[in-house]
């Protein structure tokens, strides 16, 4: 994917129509916003037309619909305007109401997208910013729901929707780009099954919901004003919400995302999860409280106590003791290491036996350190219950956690860990001899 310029409307539309929990009538205007704007709601209605972010930082409920709130001022069922407007590749715009809620028109964002090819579609001088997947990431409810996003070269949503007992399981999946999202997702329509009506009635929601404007699943029959529009339309229509909902991460994405049986809470959930992911890729080291004195060694400090030289000193310095048998060390994971032009072009990764190398050397400092073990050389014998979890990449800082367990003569036992932005990416149980230099 090559990079795009933003995009906001090139004049204001309006849309009239009825809001469905509410049941009142409204009158929404998306207008053109600037650069680096995002899309932000506007409630007309109140005296001082305050403004509310599509983030996720403002999701309040999420109960068959998304609802944004900040302090007092709120906004329902945002999902599909939202939905619309990234699917058709819009970046920045204001959407204006007149009532809390948007009109829910046939229950589709289709009414969102006329809107906004009517108002047209203006090119911006600033670039996208898109955040690229890179690892996958994952998210498992309670409730069964499912989603998984990996790396793609493309925005692409899979999705298997299942209701009650495994009635109306469908499945899609599709390229979201503006084209694919007016004729393949933008025209489904919500739906609902038969037993979650009266519940939802008797919350005092629905108000503004016919068979006009939702599809109701009442066993394994479908009650609808007119024909099913597609076969899988209940999976389009999650895949709609979907495409809405993760926007409120405030990015763009690069990836694909497999979803099964999502809804609005495991979506805003994922949205949760993908900012924070992408803080931490943009992070820089974590603020970390670094003792003075003889707790800390510097470089030249560690070459004092490890044999290692370059390319094979895996410790910067070392941030701190806790007691005689625990050692915190650091490593600047640069794009200049050595082994990163074999391992591997185009996709630089710090090998696991490297990390497992930097744990062994902060492991052997512990010992080190003691003065009858001054000038001895920690030779490895096993490493045991390695794990690798996350992949470390140029920019990361290591931060390299070791334990020494037990101690036997001139064999020392450690526990180690490597961390970065505050998530252990590999770990393992060491064995390893001090020899005599």
């Given at each position: 994917?090559?990079?795009?310029?933003?995009?906001?409307?090139?004049e204001p539309s309006t849309l009239t129509g009825t809001s469905l929990h509410t049941g009142e009538q409204v009158n929404l205007t998306l207008k053109p916003a600037p650069a680096n704007h995002g899309l932000k709601f506007r409630r007309v209605d109140l005296e001082d037309q305050p403004f509310i972010d599509a983030h996720v930082s403002n999701v309040q409920t999420v109960e068959r619909a998304t609802t944004l709130a900040q302090g007092s001022v709120k906004v329902h069922t945002v999902e599909h305007v939202i939905s619309a407007l990234v699917g058709m590749g819009v970046d920045n715009a204001i959407i204006e109401m007149d009532a809390n809620e948007p009109p829910i028109g046939d229950g589709s964002a289709m009414?969102?997208?006329?809107?906004?090819?009517?108002?047209?579609?203006e090119e911006q001088e600033?670039?996208?910013?898109?955040?690229?997947?890179?690892?996958?990431?994952?998210?498992?409810?309670?409730?069964?729901?499912?989603i998984t996003i990996v790396p793609d070269k493309d925005f692409r949503v899979s999705c298997t929707q299942s209701g009650p007992d495994g009635r109306m399981t469908q499945f899609f999946s599709a390229r979201i780009d503006p084209e694919t999202y007016e004729k393949e997702i933008a025209s489904?329509?919500?739906?609902?099954?038969?037993?979650?009506?009266?519940p939802l009635?008797?919350?005092?929601?629905?108000?503004?919901?016919?068979?006009?404007?939702?599809?109701?699943?009442?066993?394994?029959?479908?009650?609808?004003?007119?024909?099913?529009?597609?076969?899988?339309?209940?999976?389009?229509?999650?895949?709609?919400?979907?495409?809405?909902?993760?926007?409120?991460?405030?990015?763009r994405i690069m990836g694909h995302v497999i979803a099964v049986k999502p809804g609005h809470g495991p979506n805003t959930e994922?949205?949760?999860?993908?900012?924070?992911?992408?803080?931490?890729?943009?992070?820089?080291v974590p603020p970390v409280k670094i003792p003075t004195g003889e707790g800390v060694l510097d470089t030249n400090e560690v070459q004092k106590v490890l044999p290692h030289r370059y390319p094979f000193l895996m410790i910067d310095r070392i941030i701190g003791f806790e007691g005689d048998n625990k050692c915190t060390g650091v490593k600047q994971v640069t794009?200049?290491?050595?082994?990163?032009?074999?391992?591997?072009?185009?996709?630089?990764?710090?090998?696991?036996?490297?990390?497992?190398?930097?744990?062994?050397q902060v492991?052997?400092?512990?010992?080190?350190?003691?003065?009858?073990?001054?000038?001895?050389?920690?030779?490895?014998?096993?490493?045991?219950?390695?794990?690798?979890?996350?992949p470390v990449l140029p920019g990361d800082t290591l931060f390299i956690e070791a334990e020494i367990l037990k101690t036997r003569r001139n064999i020392g036992f450690a526990s180690a860990r490597c961390i970065v932005n505050g998530e252990t990416v590999s770990e393992g149980e060491l064995k390893f001899a001090l020899i005599d230099d």
């Open positions: 994917m090559s990079a795009q310029k933003q995009r906001t409307l090139a009414p969102y997208v006329e809107c906004i090819k009517k108002a047209g579609i600033e670039y996208r910013s898109v955040y690229e997947i890179r690892e996958p990431i994952h998210l498992e409810t309670s409730n069964g729901s499912l489904a329509r919500t739906f609902v099954f038969y037993e979650d009506v009266e009635m008797e919350k005092g929601l629905i108000k503004g919901g016919s068979l006009e404007n939702a599809i109701v699943i009442k066993g394994d029959s479908v009650m609808s004003k007119e024909p099913m529009r597609f076969n899988e339309e209940f999976a389009r229509h999650k895949i709609l919400d979907v495409v809405g909902d993760l926007m409120l991460s405030g990015k994922m949205a949760r999860t993908l900012l924070k992911k992408y803080q931490q890729t943009r992070s820089m794009i200049n290491e050595p082994y990163f032009e074999g391992h591997f072009p185009g996709h630089p990764i710090m090998p696991g036996v490297l990390q497992v190398e930097a744990m062994a492991a052997s400092i512990v010992l080190l350190r003691r003065p009858e073990n001054q000038g001895k050389i920690g030779y490895f014998m096993s490493a045991d219950s390695v794990k690798w979890r996350k």
